[in-house]
């Protein structure tokens, strides 16, 4: 597609319900990279895949958080059993490969409210 | 990992030159530097990006000191529409030791008329 593209662009949850978050990178982008961002807040690193493998996972904030991409394109950031804290934009970015100097190119985020 | 750290804000009035350093001391030689800006409510677009010396493109200039230790995005004449968070972000080389792209806290940039 034209640009990363995300959905849903909000999402209004009850806390202790499951959310999936989706990321549809730039076609032929192979680095995806996943991010929250709380208000006021700067941009929190949560994971990044290169092709369907996701190196480091450290990010995530708990084991309430995964994520997964098939087929190096789509990606889904899952959260369980939510809670208020979870309360973010989730912002998911990609590019040509990663690192190199290759710009990364942002989405414009997933609006996650946790009541 | 390439730590930055930059002014967590900055006011300026239209018109004026707005210079916004960073400092990234511990840079590795493969990194690139690169600087996003972030309206409220939208996600981090692309400024410039540079390896060293000067770069330069339609919205903003980038200067960078022979020991990279440092950059300076520089925006001429700003306007009230230049108003947001600016983030400069160490690029780490592919497969290298620089890890993931970590973001710092950015500058929060008020411009007033």
């Known amino acids: 597609g034209a640009g990363v593209s995300q959905s849903p662009s909000n999402k209004v949850t009850e806390k202790g319900k499951d959310v999936e978050l989706r990321c549809d990178p730039i076609?032929?982008?192979?680095?995806l990279y996943w991010y929250r961002q709380s208000l006021g807040q700067g941009l929190e690193f949560l994971i990044y895949?290169?092709?369907?493998?996701?190196?480091?996972k450290s990010g995530l904030p708990s084991d309430r958080f995964s994520a997964e991409r098939t087929g190096g394109s789509v990606s889904t950031l899952t959260i369980q059993r939510t809670q208020q804290e979870d309360s973010a934009v989730y912002l998911c970015?990609?590019?040509?490969?990663?690192?190199?100097?290759?710009?990364?190119?942002f989405g414009e985020g997933s609006w996650l409210t946790v009541v | 990992l390439a730590k930055t750290t930059q002014p967590i804000s900055m006011d300026s009035y239209e018109g004026q030159e707005v210079n916004i350093t960073c400092s990234h001391n511990?840079?590795?030689?493969?990194?690139?530097i690169t600087w996003y800006q972030q309206f409220p409510s939208q996600g981090p677009r692309f400024i410039i990006q540079?390896?060293?010396t000067k770069v330069t493109n339609e919205v903003a200039s980038l200067f960078i000191p022979a020991d990279r230790k440092s950059s300076t995005l520089s925006l001429p004449r700003v306007s009230l529409s230049d108003t947001a968070v600016y983030y400069c972000?160490?690029?780490?080389?592919?497969?290298?030791?620089?890890?993931?792209?970590?973001f710092g806290k950015g500058t929060k940039l008020s411009v007033k008329p």
């Open positions: 540079g390896y060293k």
């Open positions: 511990n840079i590795a030689t493969n990194d690139y």
């Open positions: 970015a990609s590019s040509l490969v990663r690192g190199n100097g290759n710009t990364i190119y």
């Open positions: 895949f290169q092709g369907n493998s996701a190196p480091d």
């Open positions: 972000l160490v690029v780490g080389y592919y497969g290298g030791s620089q890890g993931n792209l970590i």
């Open positions: 076609s032929g982008h192979t680095a």
